[in-house]
Antibody
Framework: QVQLQESGPGLVKPSETLSLTCTVSGGSISSYYWSWIRQSPGKGLEWIGYIHYSGSTNYNPSLKSRVTISVDTSKNQFSLKLSSVTAADTAVYYC??????????????????WGQGTLVTVSS | DIQMTQSPSSLSASVGDRVTITCRTSQSISNYLNWYQQKPGKAPKLLFYAASSLQSGVPSRFSGSGSGTDFTLTISSLQPEDFATYSCQQSYSTPLTFGGGTKVEIK
C-alpha cells in the first residue's frame, strides 16, 4: 500500500520561502507523477503542480513564478518550495500521487493516494 | 482555466435518503471528471474517476454520471459514514481545478 507523508515547518514568516518534503513509502516514486495540492482554511482545493520522476514539471500558472517542485528518486521523495509567501499562502498542503486510467476517451488522471496533509501558517 | 461550480454548497439529509450533488464546468470536458470525499481533518479520498468509474473499495451506493459540462454524484441511501464534503475535479486540462465542495450534513 502506497503511503505519502509530508514534512516541513508549520510556521513560515512573510516574504520567506515555504519548503515541504513528501516521502513515498510502500512503492517506488518511479513511473508516476507526483503532485502538491493545498487547501486554505474553509476553502476548496487548489492544485499547485506536479512532477514526474524524470524531473519534468507542470505548475499552476497562478503560482508558477513562485513555485519549484523537485524530486529525489534515491530517497523516494519530492519537494515543494514556494517563495515570497504571504498570509494568503496559509493552508493545509497535501502531496498526492497522480494515478491514470485509459478508456476510449484517452488517458484519465486523478489523485489516488494522498498524504495526511500538513498545516503551514504564514505569520511573523 | 476551467471553472467548476458545485451545487448545492451544502445540504442536510437523513440516513437512508437519496442525495444528488451536481458539478458544472465552464467548458466541455468530455468525461474527464473525478469526485472526492473529504472528512474533517482528513485528506480527500478518491471516489470516481472518468466521471463514472468507481474507485476500488468505494461502496456501490455511490454512483457518478455525466459528460460534457454537467456531472452528478448520487448516494442512493445515505449512511452515517457518508457525512462529509464532496468535491469534483477536472482533469481535462491544466491547471487542474476543483469545485468548491458540497458539505453533506446530518438533518
Amino acid at each position: 500500500q502506497v503511503q505519502l507523508q509530508e514534512s516541513g515547518p508549520g510556521l513560515v514568516k512573510p516574504s520567506e520561502t515555504l519548503s515541504l518534503t513528501c516521502t513515498v513509502s510502500g512503492g517506488s516514486i518511479s513511473s508516476y507523477y507526483w503532485s502538491w495540492i493545498r487547501q486554505s482554511p474553509g476553502k476548496g482545493l487548489e492544485w499547485i503542480g506536479y512532477i514526474h520522476y524524470s524531473g519534468s514539471t507542470n505548475y499552476n500558472p497562478s503560482l508558477k513564478s513562485r513555485v519549484t517542485i523537485s524530486v529525489d528518486t534515491s530517497k523516494n521523495q519530492f519537494s515543494l518550495k514556494l517563495s515570497s509567501v504571504t498570509a494568503a499562502d496559509t493552508a493545509v498542503y497535501y502531496c498526492a500521487r497522480r494515478g491514470n486510467y485509459y478508456d476510449s476517451s484517452g488517458y484519465h488522471y486523478f489523485f489516488d493516494y494522498w498524504g495526511q496533509g500538513t498545516l503551514v501558517t504564514v505569520s511573523s | 482555466d476551467i471553472q467548476m461550480t458545485q451545487s448545492p454548497s451544502s445540504l442536510s439529509a437523513s440516513v437512508g435518503d437519496r442525495v444528488t450533488i451536481t458539478c458544472r464546468t465552464s467548458q466541455s470536458i468530455s468525461n474527464y471528471l473525478n469526485w472526492y470525499q473529504q472528512k474533517p481533518g482528513k485528506a480527500p479520498k478518491l471516489l470516481f474517476y472518468a466521471a463514472s468509474s468507481l474507485q476500488s473499495g468505494v461502496p456501490s451506493r455511490f454512483s457518478g454520471s455525466g459528460s460534457g459540462t454537467d456531472f452528478t454524484l448520487t448516494i442512493s441511501s445515505l449512511q452515517p459514514e457518508d457525512f462529509a464534503t464532496y468535491s469534483c475535479q477536472q482533469s481535462y486540462s491544466t491547471p487542474l481545478t476543483f469545485g468548491g465542495g458540497t458539505k453533506v450534513e446530518i438533518k
